[in-house]
């Protein structure tokens, strides 16, 4: 462990959902203004060994980072919030420490011991949790702990922080996040939900140092000063969580709060400087205050749970205040589109988002989708999946292949024309195994993706099996399909265009992964600008 790394865990209590994550990604957001190195980490309590085999309606988004690790949504917003890559590192689920921790067992390791929760499984928490600090050489590590305290999964990872709690001292701390909710009825903000909430924490052997209270009312100094003496913390470690507007406000909430400055005085630690927080005003500004509108339809399977495209619809908000404009999402089930109604469902929109997904199901409306998009010259945006139904699209038709489909949906197609990656054929184990992760492409000159990026060489991240098959791709280009994005390595198809289209463009990657509010991505950028100047030419 490094020597001055010092350590801030982040529990929660009475419901899940209160915003751990966007707390976590606030304070972080604040101590980096401040001038020092922060980290943050998710401990996820679910047995998975990641959350990559998931069905999005269990737990939304799978979050991919850098290095290839599949991973927890929050991540997301530790990246979009600090703008610093995560990895790995950042994201530690029951099923890892237990793998780990077994895997250690059969090779020997524990020397014939009895292998038990305690010390074996806490010691491998630990472990994880300050391997972040030491591989980093960070100042400060966040960890989030999923779920909700009194939850039986968290149990080790409470008691993990206990220890740690234990042997570091000041070093470590504990912000518990609890809900202060409104009786409309008594008229009153009730505490009592907090006070148990924390007793059950104080049950595990963990005292909070700091509150932070998720209310919809703001809490006068009474309340606080009734949550601080029933919960034993100072009143100014009682801390105001309000219903925000959108998440972007929460990080200035909270210096206005002065949680930043509470944790760095728990921490011993010098408040440095003021925290220089001009361009997230500027960002919020903009947001707030836009001099446009655009109706964006993002098309899916999964729309009834919008965290499955939280990184899509947060990339569309960034995209939206570097051209100060306001991006509203219209959420359209693809399963609900067909050749008959896709008009009349999408002719008031400015630009289509056709979303990234496996299996199946909705397929047929995303590929009426594209048709529209294409005919009607609508702004385009196809990602991953959205970019194999772009392909499947115009096979059928504009090349004339009207069975042409990809193998993932019909495996005895005729005209395979998005097919199994060749290292993936032998492949039976489906967790991990995907193409994950950071790779190259490069961009021809002169194209419509060259002149979003504008540069030649670039590096996405990436998660599927399936690609574009090159066997079909002088066919393609013949038509008006171009390949303008190559990866140099496999000659993989990684990006598609429409010659005279004002903006039809799919990518094989996930460009969502890599957009923050201080770098917007330039290809949600450059389509809400098609968007807008669709808009403003109707």
């Not at 020597?3 to 982040?10: A, D, G, P, Q, R």
């Not at 309000?242 to 011993?268: H, N």
């Not at 619809?313 to 509203?328: P, Q, R």
């Not at 409306?365 to 970019?387: S, V, Y």
Request: contains cysteine.
């Amino acid at each position: 462990m490094s020597l001055n790394t010092k350590y801030i865990f982040v529990s929660g209590g009475v419901t899940s959902s209160l915003g751990k994550g966007i707390i976590s990604a606030s304070l972080a957001r604040l101590l980096q203004a401040r001038g020092y190195s922060v980290a943050i980490q998710k401990l996820d309590p679910y047995i998975n060994v990641d959350p990559g085999t998931l069905n999005p309606y269990e737990h939304g988004e799978c979050y991919v980072t850098a290095d290839g690790a599949e991973t927890d949504l929050d991540l997301g917003h530790y990246e979009r919030f600090l703008n610093v890559p995560t990895s790995q590192a950042n994201n530690i689920t029951t099923g890892r420490i237990y793998e780990t921790v077994i895997n250690k067992e059969r090779a020997g390791d524990y020397l014939g011991k009895t292998v038990q929760v305690i010390p074996h499984i806490t010691d491998e928490i630990k472990r994880r949790v300050k391997l972040l600090g030491e591989a980093g050489d960070y100042e400060i590590v966040i960890t989030e702990i999923g779920g909700t305290v009194g939850d039986i999964e968290s149990l080790p990872y409470i008691e993990a922080v206990r220890q740690m709690k234990w042997e570091m001292g000041t070093n470590c701390i504990v912000i518990h996040l609890t809900l202060v909710p409104y009786l409309a009825a008594a008229g009153e903000l009730k505490t009592k939900p907090t006070q148990h909430s924390v007793k059950t924490l104080l049950e595990y052997g963990i005292q909070p140092d700091v509150l932070v209270c998720r209310t919809e009312k703001h809490l006068s100094q009474e309340i606080r000063r009734k949550i601080a003496l029933f919960c034993n913390v100072q009143v100014n470690a009682v801390i105001e969580s309000i219903d925000a507007s959108t998440i972007y406000d929460v990080p200035l909430m909270m210096l206005k709060e002065q949680l930043d400055k509470v944790v760095l005085a728990k921490l011993r630690l010098p408040n440095r400087h003021e925290p220089d927080m001009e361009q997230w005003k500027d960002f919020l500004g903009k947001l707030k205050n836009p001099t446009s509108e655009v109706h964006i339809g993002l098309i899916g399977k999964y729309i009834e749970l919008k965290d499955a495209y939280k990184s899509i619809a947060e990339s569309l908000i960034h995209a939206g205040v570097a051209n100060e404009c306001k991006v509203v999402v219209d959420w359209i089930h693809s399963e609900k589109i067909n050749a008959e109604n896709a008009w009349s469902m999408l002719n008031n929109l400015d630009g289509i988002i056709v979303a990234p997904g496996f299996g199946d199901r909705g397929i047929q409306g995303k590929i009426e989708t594209i048709r529209i998009a294409r005919e009607k010259k609508i702004p385009f945006l196809g990602i991953c999946l959205g970019m194999q139904c772009a392909v499947i699209e115009f096979a059928r038709d504009v090349l004339g292949l009207k069975e042409a489909h990809s193998t993932e949906m019909n495996a005895t197609t005729p005209d395979p024309v998005v097919d199994f990656m060749e290292e993936q054929k032998k492949i039976t184990i489906k967790g991990g195994t995907m193409r994950l992760g950071l790779y190259p492409c490069r961009i021809t000159k002169g194209t419509k993706a060259f002149s979003v990026y504008g540069k030649s060489n670039i590096n996405e991240r990436h998660r599927h099996r399936y690609e574009f098959n090159n066997k079909y791709l002088k066919r393609f280009e013949e038509a008006g399909m171009l390949a303008t994005g190559i990866n140099p390595d496999s000659e993989l198809v990684e990006i598609v265009e429409l010659k005279d289209h004002p903006f039809f463009i799919g990518v094989q990657f996930h460009p969502e992964y890599q957009s923050t509010v201080a770098n917007p991505h330039p290809l949600f950028s450059r389509f809400i600008k098609a968007a807008k100047e669709k808009a403003g030419s109707n």
